[in-house]
């Protein structure tokens, strides 16, 4: 089934202007030499055969402003993939991820090259510094991306400011998730907990997945103010709810579909929406248990699969399900609002009603 990310072979081009990128970037690094092959491929490993959801809300928010399709749109958009690489590799690292969309995360493949090749030193450390620098060779050749892209320098000046507040706000959204797994929860009452797991979402997540991009999008496209508020209710919705999968995903997807082991999440010890409902609803020893169990490295299937029954005990899961719905339908209502005003292209609009439900779906 066609989605609204494969649109005119959106996500097939994409892909193209990623493979473009990276070509062209690893040119400018072949004056250093063949070894530095490990830090481009830990790139483009990463960003082969993505979905292509922040490219695709850049995309439909330039259509939505009255923007015609375009080879230099399709490269604009893609530069939103290689800041979604940039994140996804630093985040691994800082929650020691094994896998990533079922392989090796990139520090482990590079700590295990390492490994292989017998070379001096902590090969952990090796891969793990590795991928910090690509994760930074992402970020450049995002910005690259974006002034080369071809579109008009008047219309990229015009979403500029947001581009730059998004890559600024994305750190401090980082930063924001590190404190909260640090500092914990002791003395908040339940609405206190939510109130901070929603904020991580919102600046770790929300933005820069689905408001940031559209925005940009349409800033580019020329939307204006009055267009803009629309989109970022829809972007600010869409995108908790999606976060919001993803948590649930992050306990009980399948590992086939998500590319992670089952309960990663859990042995990482976020600190989700789903987490706070479940210990303010379990029972003294329910809550004593995964108290306990939250955050271990060694959490096996076992202590996982315990985890899961308190959850769905709790009615956490239900609750969970239920806010992800009420998101759903606040971007439903937001599109609603911003095909009432006519400023909008409506079949941009009708792309983006459809991605409200790729974006939640129950399943990676």
Same mark, same amino acid.
């Given at each position: 089934?066609?989605?609204?990310?494969?649109?005119?072979?959106?996500?097939?081009?994409?892909?193209?202007?990623?493979?473009?990128?990276?070509?062209?970037?690893?040119?400018?690094?072949?004056?250093?030499?063949?070894?530095?092959?490990?830090?481009?491929?830990?790139?483009e490993?990463? #960003?082969?055969?993505?979905?292509?959801?922040? &490219?695709?809300?850049?995309y439909?928010?330039?259509?939505?402003?009255?923007?015609?399709?375009? !080879?230099?749109?399709?490269?604009?958009a893609?530069?939103?993939?290689?800041?979604?690489?940039a994140?996804?590799?630093?985040?691994?690292?800082m929650?020691?991820?094994?896998?990533?969309r079922?392989?090796?995360?990139?520090?482990?493949?590079?700590a295990?090259l390492?490994?292989a090749?017998?070379?001096d030193?902590?090969?952990?450390?090796?891969?793990?510094g590795?991928?910090?620098?690509?994760g930074?060779l992402?970020?450049?050749?995002?910005?690259?991306? $974006?002034?080369?892209?071809?579109?008009?320098?008047?219309?990229?000046a015009?979403?500029?400011? #947001?581009?730059?507040a998004?890559?600024?706000? #994305?750190?401090?959204?980082?930063?924001?998730?590190?404190?909260?797994?640090?500092?914990?929860?002791?003395?908040?009452?339940?609405?206190?907990?939510i109130?901070?797991?929603r904020?991580?979402?919102?600046?770790?997540?929300?933005? $820069?997945?689905?408001?940031?991009?559209?925005?940009?999008?349409? #800033?580019?496209?020329?939307?204006? !103010?009055?267009?803009?508020a629309?989109l970022?209710? $829809?972007?600010?919705?869409?995108g908790?709810?999606?976060?919001?999968?993803?948590?649930?995903?992050?306990?009980?997807g399948?590992?086939?579909?998500?590319?992670?082991?089952?309960? *990663?999440?859990?042995?990482?010890?976020?600190r989700?929406?789903?987490?706070?409902?479940a210990? *303010?609803?379990?029972?003294?020893? !329910?809550?004593?248990?995964?108290?306990?169990?939250?955050?271990?490295?060694?959490?096996?299937?076992?202590?996982?699969?315990?985890?899961?029954r308190?959850l769905?005990?709790?009615?956490?899961?239900d609750?969970?399900?239920?806010?992800?719905?009420?998101?759903?339908d606040?971007?439903?209502?937001?599109?609603?609002?911003?095909?009432?005003?006519?400023?909008?292209?409506?079949? &941009?609009?009708?792309?983006?009603?459809?991605?409200?439900?790729v974006?939640t779906?129950?399943? &990676?």
């Amino acid at each position: 089934m066609q989605t609204p990310t494969d649109l005119d072979g959106l996500r097939r081009r994409v892909q193209q202007a990623i493979d473009g990128q990276i070509a062209g970037g690893a040119t400018s690094l072949t004056e250093i030499g063949p070894e530095i092959a490990p830090l481009v491929d830990a790139v483009e490993r990463l #960003l082969t055969g993505g979905k292509g959801l922040r &490219a695709g809300f850049l995309y439909w928010g330039y259509r939505a402003a009255g923007g015609a399709d375009s !080879d230099a749109l399709v490269r604009l958009a893609a530069s939103m993939e290689f800041f979604q690489g940039a994140a996804l590799l630093h985040d691994d690292v800082m929650d020691r991820s094994d896998t990533r969309r079922g392989m090796p995360s990139a520090h482990r493949a590079v700590a295990a090259l390492h490994a292989a090749r017998g070379w001096d030193g902590d090969a952990d450390r090796f891969g793990e510094g590795a991928a910090i620098l690509a994760g930074d060779l992402c970020l450049t050749w995002c910005d690259e991306l $974006y002034a080369t892209c071809g579109l008009p320098a008047e219309e990229l000046a015009r979403g500029r400011h #947001l581009f730059d507040a998004m890559r600024t706000q #994305l750190m401090g959204g980082q930063f924001l998730d590190l404190l909260e797994s640090v500092r914990g929860w002791d003395g908040l009452d339940l609405e206190e907990r939510i109130a901070s797991a929603r904020k991580v979402i919102r600046f770790k997540s929300a933005k $820069y997945t689905i408001e940031h991009p559209l925005r940009i999008g349409a #800033l580019v496209g020329g939307a204006t !103010d009055d267009d803009l508020a629309p989109l970022s209710d $829809y972007g600010l919705a869409l995108g908790e709810a999606f976060q919001l999968r993803d948590d649930l995903l992050g306990v009980f997807g399948d590992p086939e579909a998500t590319g992670k082991p089952a309960g *990663d999440d859990l042995r990482e010890g976020k600190r989700t929406v789903l987490i706070a409902l479940a210990l *303010d609803a379990a029972a003294p020893d !329910d809550r004593a248990l995964v108290e306990s169990l939250l955050g271990r490295d060694d959490l096996d299937v076992a202590g996982v699969e315990a985890i899961r029954r308190v959850l769905v005990g709790t009615g956490a899961v239900d609750r969970v399900e239920e806010l992800i719905a009420t998101l759903a339908d606040d971007a439903r209502k937001a599109v609603g609002r911003a095909r009432e005003s006519g400023r909008l292209d409506g079949s &941009a609009l009708e792309v983006l009603e459809a991605l409200v439900d790729v974006s939640t779906a129950r399943h &990676a």
